[in-house]
């Protein structure tokens, strides 16, 4: 799977996971749109990603990890509450950017090594 690929379906994944918390709540809070904000973001960067914009590539990078460190206290709420809906959503989204984020990195070590 290529770099710009995963970050389509990242942020698919962000989004509607992100939207679906938000509009499934008894009581919706405007964070649970958070990651399908970091979603909406990496939609607009994937074309420029697509195109072999390395920059571009780095700032996915970067907003990837600090999505990834974002979503641990979420996480860690959930589990304190025994809430398996919230566990199984907050983990698919930091499943779905930790796979991103290995793809990255063996595409940069890749490049490197060209």
Sequence with gaps: MTPAIITLFNALVLIVISAYA?????TPSVTALIPGVFGAVFLVLYG?????????AHVVVILTLLLIISLIKPMTGALGRDDTGAIIRV????????VAMVIYIQSFVKARRS
């Design 48 to 56: 420029p990603m697509k195109r072999g914009n390395k920059a571009v």
């Design 91 to 98: 983990g698919a989204m930091m499943l779905t950017s930790l």
């Design 22 to 26: 938000y509009l499934s709540s008894d």
